[in-house]
């Protein structure tokens, strides 16, 4: 695109994302979502906000100064690797181990635009006990567990280099944070026997369709009716798409949001219909267009 036109095109999409945003109070859209919903067009929320936001993107930039330092990571495999069976008992296998430098492990973390997002969605949800599957630096987990309604953050991670640089940057921000060191099965086994009812679930690795639908279906029992459940990178490939167009239809749901990187739905204990669907990708400013990682659609 042009440079002189980019700015117009700009000002377009913020207008076509503000009169979205003008439609949803009174139709029936989750008021708990509103304020991370105008956030994502404004750009704007309250200092103490955007204070913790300061001091989790202080530690990511530290993160970052160990440059081409080497660390370990579960990369999510190539759709197909966990069989095409989704049961509770199947176990997806996970991704190859890869080697990441520090800068690709902060950049990994979610941003300050998405994870502000997460902590509004947790703040005004009042989410106190929240898990998360997929922890990495502890970024997001930073977000999300900062909220201050926040009782108990556990998060789970495979990498016991990532899970140790989580368990030292998590608690800058966030009271009382549980890094598992485990695969994302293997902790679950561990903690829903105990767990007390779950608010806020965020999966956030081992990005397959097949593999998030299992995972979903895991802790879905334990979570609390009203809970709000995100689903991350939704539009990575198009086996992730694939997968959030199945949840988007999951009668346990009476919302199904779509903002393009993530899926933000409302759980219900009881329904029989499908969720109300809605598409905000132009609230996010993202458009219809899906990831192809690796050429995998080929
Ligand atoms: C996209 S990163 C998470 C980023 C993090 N949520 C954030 O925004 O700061 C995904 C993480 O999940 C971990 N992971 C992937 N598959 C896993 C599995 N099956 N069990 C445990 N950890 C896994 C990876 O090692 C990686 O650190």
Redesign the pocket.
């Given at each position: 695109m042009l440079n002189a036109v980019r700015p117009f095109v700009r000002g377009a999409r913020k207008l076509v994302a503000k009169s979205k945003l003008r439609s949803l109070p009174g139709n029936g859209f989750p008021q708990s979502v509103l304020p991370a919903a105008a956030y994502l067009v404004s750009e704007k929320t309250d200092e103490r906000a955007e204070k913790i936001a300061d001091r989790i993107e202080a530690e990511r930039d530290r993160l970052a100064s160990f440059g081409s330092q080497k660390v370990?990571?579960?990369?999510?495999p190539k759709p197909g690797s966990a069989g095409s069976t989704v049961t509770a008992d199947l176990r997806?296998s996970?991704?190859e181990?890869m080697q990441f430098s520090m800068e690709q492990?902060a950049r990994?973390?979610?941003t300050r635009r998405?994870?502000l997002f997460m902590h509004l969605l947790a703040r005004e949800h009042r989410s106190a006990n929240i898990l998360?599957?997929?922890?990495?630096?502890?970024?997001?987990?930073?977000?999300i567990g900062s909220s201050p309604h926040c009782q108990q953050l556990r998060?789970?991670?495979?990498?016991p280099a990532?899970a140790e640089l989580a368990r030292s940057v998590l608690p800058l921000t966030v009271s009382n944070p549980t890094v598992i060191n485990?695969?994302?099965?293997?902790?679950l086994d561990d903690i829903l026997p105990v767990i007390e009812p779950i608010d806020f679930l965020?999966i956030?690795?081992?990005?397959e369709k097949i593999?998030t639908l299992h995972y979903w279906q895991r802790v879905r029992p334990k979570l609390r009716d009203g809970a709000i459940v995100v689903f991350?990178?939704i539009s990575w490939s198009q086996d992730m798409r694939d997968g959030w167009n199945e949840l988007a239809r999951e009668p346990h749901f009476s919302h199904a949001m779509d903002f393009g990187i993530v899926g933000v739905c409302i759980y219900r204990t009881a329904g029989t219909k499908p969720p109300r669907q809605w598409d905000l990708r132009a609230i996010a400013g993202v458009g219809k267009g899906v990831g192809n990682p690796h050429g995998w659609r080929n």
């Amino acid at each position: 695109m042009l440079n002189a036109v980019r700015p117009f095109v700009r000002g377009a999409r913020k207008l076509v994302a503000k009169s979205k945003l003008r439609s949803l109070p009174g139709n029936g859209f989750p008021q708990s979502v509103l304020p991370a919903a105008a956030y994502l067009v404004s750009e704007k929320t309250d200092e103490r906000a955007e204070k913790i936001a300061d001091r989790i993107e202080a530690e990511r930039d530290r993160l970052a100064s160990f440059g081409s330092q080497k660390v370990d990571i579960l990369y999510s495999p190539k759709p197909g690797s966990a069989g095409s069976t989704v049961t509770a008992d199947l176990r997806p296998s996970h991704g190859e181990v890869m080697q990441f430098s520090m800068e690709q492990v902060a950049r990994t973390g979610k941003t300050r635009r998405w994870g502000l997002f997460m902590h509004l969605l947790a703040r005004e949800h009042r989410s106190a006990n929240i898990l998360e599957l997929g922890t990495c630096a502890g970024i997001s987990g930073s977000y999300i567990g900062s909220s201050p309604h926040c009782q108990q953050l556990r998060t789970i991670e495979g990498s016991p280099a990532l899970a140790e640089l989580a368990r030292s940057v998590l608690p800058l921000t966030v009271s009382n944070p549980t890094v598992i060191n485990a695969l994302f099965d293997e902790a679950l086994d561990d903690i829903l026997p105990v767990i007390e009812p779950i608010d806020f679930l965020f999966i956030d690795g081992h990005h397959e369709k097949i593999a998030t639908l299992h995972y979903w279906q895991r802790v879905r029992p334990k979570l609390r009716d009203g809970a709000i459940v995100v689903f991350d990178d939704i539009s990575w490939s198009q086996d992730m798409r694939d997968g959030w167009n199945e949840l988007a239809r999951e009668p346990h749901f009476s919302h199904a949001m779509d903002f393009g990187i993530v899926g933000v739905c409302i759980y219900r204990t009881a329904g029989t219909k499908p969720p109300r669907q809605w598409d905000l990708r132009a609230i996010a400013g993202v458009g219809k267009g899906v990831g192809n990682p690796h050429g995998w659609r080929n």
